[in-house]
């Protein structure tokens, strides 16, 4: 039985462990990617200490910094939470391989890419079709690709995608992009970065590889265009699904106080799965930390 389970290992539920670690709590960090998607980000500008480093090697001080405790704890990567319940004496996290039981829960889950189900995604997806810049943009190099999208993921994998592709297209159903403001002139500044705006994604085609995107403009006519890779970038959905008995918001998000807890009492919730409206890797680190303390509270003040 586990004082805590942190379920999710991207910034805060790591940033979390660490305050867990150091009060000699007996603690458990269920994760598929350590570092979750800060692992994937490509320049992070605005992390307090680095004046510009890119996500795996920010997630690769996380990890140096977690060595520090190691033994102290149990961490379980590539183990994702399909399921939690309510116990006798607290909670069970359920996963492939395991069932867990822990007197609190720390929800830090985080999000995950959003799909246009459209035709051709699902088929080409690793044959072409990608959610990932800066896993794959390497892949691409002297290639066309298109993005779809006009936000700040948009940008920063166009921007990414700008030092190995020969032409990067922006696909937005918006008249302009939106986000950060040096992005954006950084892609429309660019020679090979092309914006195409008020444009829907219809499909995407190819044989065994993608080799075009059927879109729609703002006049209703249809067109295709050849690609050799679609990076999709239309925004991110919580992974919260694996919960239903907390209360979340429209969007899937959990709804949390200021102390970060959750409408069900023993269980707390931090970062980018959550209602707070910043998500950004400092935030995160900010909301597990500050979960974190809150949860060593609420056993120095019970009687567990």
């Known amino acids: 039985m586990y004082d805590t389970i942190i379920i999710g290992g991207g910034p805060a539920g790591l940033a979390a462990a660490v305050y867990l670690a150091r009060q000699k709590m007996k603690f458990l960090v269920l994760t598929g990617d350590f570092g979750g998607k800060a692992l994937w980000s490509s320049d992070v500008e605005n992390y307090l200490g680095f004046h510009m480093i890119d996500g795996a090697d920010l997630v690769k001080q996380f990890r140096r910094h977690l060595d520090d405790y190691a033994g102290a704890f149990d961490l379980?990567?590539?183990e994702i939470a399909t399921t939690v319940t309510k116990g006798d004496q607290g909670f069970k996290v359920v996963t492939a391989q395991a069932t867990y039981e822990a007197h609190t829960i720390l929800?830090?889950?985080g999000q995950e890419n959003r799909k246009l189900g459209i035709p051709g995604e699902k088929e080409f997806y690793g044959k072409g079709v990608t959610y990932c810049a800066t896993c794959d943009a390497p892949l691409y190099s002297g290639k066309a690709v298109h993005v779809v999208g006009g936000g700040n993921s948009a940008m920063d994998a166009a921007l990414f995608l700008e030092k190995y592709a020969a032409s990067v297209s922006i696909v937005s159903v918006n008249p302009e992009l939106k986000g950060d403001a040096e992005m954006k002139n950084k892609c429309l500044a660019s020679a090979k970065i092309r914006f195409v705006p008020q444009t829907r994604t219809l499909g995407i085609t190819g044989s065994a590889f993608v080799?075009?995107?059927?879109?729609?403009?703002?006049?209703?006519?249809?067109r295709s265009e050849s690609t050799q890779g679609v990076f999709i970038e239309v925004g991110l959905v919580p992974i919260s699904g694996f919960i239903d008995f907390v209360e979340k918001d429209k969007f899937g998000q959990i709804i949390v106080d200021k102390h970060n807890r959750t409408s069900v009492a023993g269980i707390w919730a931090a970062g980018d799965v959550t209602d707070i409206s910043e998500k950004q890797i400092a935030v995160a680190v900010g909301e597990g930390s500050k979960a974190a303390l809150d949860i060593i509270r609420h056993f120095q003040t019970s009687n567990i």
Not at 211 to 221: C, K, M, N, R, T
């Open 107 to 109: 929800i830090s889950t």
């Open 211 to 222: 080799e075009g995107i059927s879109l729609v403009g703002p006049d209703g006519a249809k």
């Open 76 to 78: 379980k990567e590539g």
